[in-house]
């Protein structure tokens, strides 16, 4: 064990070996390290000590005795070490398998606690492979009799708690000697903090509940803390080395780039405008989310930025999810610009071989100022001339590489970078997934846009909804139907847009022209459907999640979500805002099956409020980050101990403090430092530089 350190693979740990390392492999268990930071998810009390003498053959029993002898002996491939142990009532054995270690851990004259089912050999009770706890000096409180508290971890096929419990009495005491302290006593103190040493051991082997909890809390915050300064101290990189191209405004600029809007500009609007201009002004790279709900006027917001870069003659790029999406930017911003000299392109994968040659070719040449495209702008024979803006579109439909690849076709310099989504994102998560991303809220509508009506429809109102609906197509508007699944399924009974759709043309809308969209079709296929959906040739598309991020359809107004119980808030509020983006009213109806009395109280949030923030926060409460922002590895992190909910105010502390830490010490070169940076390093490794794509 002497040369176990936490870096160590796991299978070098005595008792693992190669088949049970990929069995904790399933778990996310590769180093040693891993298995300490496995945390149990429970505790339960272990069952009382009985006398040796009141052992009874067959049962689980724990119990308290004094150590008589320790033998090692082998045997047939199957080597064991046996304890024999006495208390005032009799005598008993324990023998362990395959485990060297226990006759290193325990010695005659120790006081040990056992657990297990008790067995018999050559007539007396026997344990085989129990649970083992030496009792030291500091153990008192349970020698007087007090039930120890035991760990319960998540476990996998093939591997039990109470072996990874075992596993880890193996490994810890070696290793808490190779811990660590990363803080002073002094900030240990004023964040109530016990040693970095002590969590480890108490959240494995608590005395009481309580010791764990804290225990937990030191190593959460620690977490955070990790996560903040890796964040916070590749941002300092950026903003300290990498060079951009400064892009200033004027007076005349300004007033250029507003007569191109119909419309006066929201306050909020505004606000992100003069933000997005400073940025660009500077020689250190934009890096900026901007948030706004669905129809909150980001592409204005978008275009402003744009036209400043082309005014001092870059190229922007803007990349989109999808081929009808794109398009539809393509036209907006065409839209706003006829008759200006500014040249637009748009690039996607469905231009023939020679229009995209001849797209490349002046892009390559500078003949095109703002680029529209999707991920056929990732292509390597892509190259721009002087490209001064990268703006993504709905960032989170993109991986980290393929938004890398982007920023990396600048010639002069790294690009300014503006990233957009719809998805409000409560505090707690932009810091902790967009963190290196100043942010930008536009946090009103502008005005006119009409509002849209959510309504909760019972199993008995079902047919009342379907009428309305068909009073609304009858007046010449379209309707959506969002299901969540493309195909029906027998582990959820749900149904799915694949079948409903016939139902549905059959007994609901026999006068209507329906169409089907989902995720499973071709990319050529969904985009003629939408395009068939936003001319008028189809009444109401019949569709899965897949329209969440689609184009606008001033004349859809209604949207029937059936199963609405199986989407998060977010989404729901995400895809009803693909209605009521013309002059008319929307209608939002959320039909659920028998939802409950919690999944209705839900939903009824929705018909509360249109404000996304709060709905977002509200989410974020229900069912976490991981279904708001699609998992929680958006920058290489995996929280293993940390919970972005319970643990808010530690996100808080952990922020301001590592921000304190980098601005005294930028390259953690303080001797006192030395223990963090090992550590930031251990876990950044591999994936560090993709930090600051968002």
Not at 56 to 70: H, K, M, P, W, Y
Not at 182 to 207: C, M
Not at 259 to 274: M, N, V, Y
């Amino acid at each position: 064990m002497a040369d176990i350190t936490f870096d160590s693979p796991v299978q070098y740990l005595p008792g693992v070996g190669p088949h049970r390392a990929k069995l904790l492999a399933n778990l996310g268990i590769g180093a040693v390290g891993d298995l300490v930071f496995h945390l149990p998810f429970r505790y339960e009390r272990e069952p009382e000590a009985c006398a040796i003498g009141e052992l009874a053959l067959g049962e689980v029993c724990t119990v308290l005795a004094g150590v008589v002898s320790v033998r090692s002996r082998g045997g047939y491939g199957r080597p064991s070490v046996v304890v024999t142990l006495v208390d005032a009532t009799g005598q008993c054995t324990a023998r362990w398998f395959n485990a060297a270690w226990v006759a290193q851990k325990v010695a005659p004259g120790d006081t040990i606690r056992i657990s297990g089912t008790v067995g018999e050999y050559r007539g007396q009770a026997q344990f085989v492979n129990p649970s083992l706890q030496v009792i030291g000096d500091h153990d008192d409180e349970r020698v007087a009799g007090q039930q120890r508290l035991l760990a319960v971890y998540p476990a996998t096929a093939g591997i039990t708690s109470p072996q990874i419990a075992r596993l880890l009495d193996r490994a810890l005491p070696g290793l808490l000697e190779q811990v660590d302290e990363w803080f002073d006593d002094a900030h240990r103190k004023q964040r109530s903090l016990p040693l970095r040493r002590t969590a480890l051991e108490r959240v494995h082997r608590p005395v009481r509940l309580e010791d764990a909890q804290v225990a937990r809390r030191r190593l959460a915050y620690d977490e955070l803390f990790l996560m903040q300064l890796a964040i916070l101290r590749k941002r300092h990189i950026e903003r300290s080395s990498v060079r951009g191209v400064p892009i200033a405004n004027t007076d005349e600029i300004d007033r250029r780039i507003r007569r191109r809007f119909p419309f006066k500009l929201t306050a909020a609007q505004r606000r992100a405008i003069d933000q997005i201009v400073a940025d660009l002004a500077r020689a250190v790279p934009m890096n900026r989310l901007l948030q706004g709900d669905v129809g909150a006027g980001k592409t204005v917001v978008a275009l402003y930025a744009a036209l400043l870069t082309v005014a001092h003659r870059y190229q922007v790029a803007i990349m989109a999810p999808t081929e009808i999406l794109a398009e539809q930017h393509g036209r907006s911003i065409q839209q706003y610009l006829a008759g200006s000299r500014v040249r637009t392109e748009l690039l996607v994968g469905g231009l023939s071989r020679g229009a995209r040659a001849d797209c490349i070719q002046r892009i390559g040449r500078g003949e095109v100022d703002i680029v529209v495209g999707t991920q056929a702008l990732l292509e390597r024979d892509v190259e721009f001339h002087r490209l001064g803006l990268v703006i993504i579109d709905e960032q989170h439909k993109f991986g980290v590489v393929q938004r890398a690849t982007i920023r990396s076709k600048a010639t002069e310099g790294r690009p300014h970078y503006l990233v957009m989504t719809a998805t409000p994102i409560p505090r707690t998560l932009a810091l902790t997934f967009f963190g290196d991303l100043d942010v930008s809220i536009i946090d009103a509508l502008p005005p006119g846009r009409k509002p849209i009506r959510t309504r909760y429809v019972s199993l008995d109102q079902t047919e009342q909804a379907w009428a309305f609906v068909r009073e609304r197509l009858d007046a010449g508007e379209q309707a959506f139907v969002v299901y969540p699944l493309v195909e029906e399924s027998e582990a959820m009974p749900l149904a799915a847009a694949t079948v409903e759709v016939d139902r549905l043309d059959r007994a609901v809308f026999p006068n209507h022209r329906l169409g089907l969209l989902h995720g499973r079709m071709r990319p050529d296929q969904k985009d003629q459907i939408m395009r068939r959906f936003a001319d008028g040739a189809i009444d109401v598309l019949v569709a899965t999640t897949v329209v969440e991020v689609g184009i606008d359809v001033p004349n859809a107004t209604v949207m029937v979500i059936p199963h609405a119980e199986r989407f998060g808030l977010s989404q729901l509020h995400q895809l009803r805002g693909r209605i009521g983006r013309g002059d008319r009213p929307g209608y939002c109806l959320l039909m659920a099956q028998d939802p409950g009395e919690t999944a209705r109280s839900r939903l009824s949030v929705l018909t509360r409020t249109t404000d996304g923030f709060r709905i977002a926060e509200e989410d974020l409460l229900l069912r976490g980050p991981g279904d708001l922002m699609g998992g929680q590895r958006q920058h290489g992190f995996d929280l293993k101990i940390a919970d972005l909910i319970a643990d808010v105010d530690l996100l808080m502390q952990a922020r301001n403090d590592a921000a304190a830490l980098l601005s005294a010490d930028p390259n953690l070169t303080e001797p006192h430092h030395a223990a963090i940076r090992t550590e930031l390093v251990r876990a950044m490794r591999g994936r560090f530089e993709l930090i600051d794509v968002g």
